[in-house]
């Protein structure tokens, strides 16, 4: 590892440890469309300080995280990638059926940060997706192969998964829970895929799922 890397890193531990104390009210009080941009803006400058530094490094960006961005196992992330949207469409159909009540309660509580009309979901679309790629290259592309040659894999998804959370302190108690387990569930499908494209794909795609089925929940009820 390189000096750069152990600034880096530094870095992305101090930003996790700014969300963790971040106050949730104040977005309530904050407007939407400022909401997305910062997003957008934050994901692409995280995603660009990373590979700016990897770059600074000496190393190709073809080799940047564990195996590269396609990775070693290009036939079971394709099968990964085109399985995802299943799910998600399963998770919809469930959300809006049989635990509508339930999906309905917590989308209502994020709901200062649910596009509120069409014109709203296009802004939102385009932070979720530029958001999932900077925070996949931040976590799982650069934190997760810098931990792994501190601690080893097992221990490097887990607290890489932990930081994840951390960083999205501005979501309250619940948020960060959830966002602790979707950095298990990407972190594991990048380490059995060994495909970061597949993990922004999943992240992205999720995001954008979610600013859909929240913002229809919450116009219907």
Not at 29 to 58: D, E, M, Q, Y
């Amino acid at each position: 590892m390189e000096p750069i890397d152990h600034i880096l890193a530094g870095a992305i531990l101090f930003v996790c440890a700014a969300q963790a104390f971040a106050d949730p009210e104040f977005l309530k009080r904050s407007p939407r469309l400022a909401f997305f941009k910062a997003g957008a803006i934050t994901g692409l400058g995280i995603g660009a300080a990373v590979l700016l530094a990897w770059h600074a490094a000496g190393r190709p960006a073809g080799e940047f995280g564990l195996t590269g961005w396609a990775g070693e196992r290009p036939v079971l992330a394709a099968a990964l990638a085109a399985a995802w949207p299943l799910l998600l469409l399963a998770a919809a159909w469930l959300s809006a059926g049989p635990f509508r009540q339930t999906a309905l309660g917590y989308y209502r509580r994020y709901a200062h940060l649910m596009p509120d009309s069409r014109r709203e979901l296009a802004p939102a679309y385009a932070s979720g997706s530029l958001a999932a790629i900077g925070e996949e290259i931040a976590f799982r592309g650069f934190l997760l192969w810098y931990l792994a040659g501190l601690v080893g894999l097992g221990p490097a998804l887990l607290i890489s998964s932990l930081l994840f959370g951390v960083a999205h302190g501005y979501l309250g108690r619940v948020g960060m829970v959830f966002a602790t387990i979707a950095g298990l569930v990407l972190g594991g499908a990048y380490l059995l895929s060994t495909s970061l494209l597949l993990a922004m794909w999943m992240h992205a795609s999720y995001n954008v799922a979610s600013f859909t089925l929240g913002y229809r929940l919450l116009r219907e009820s």
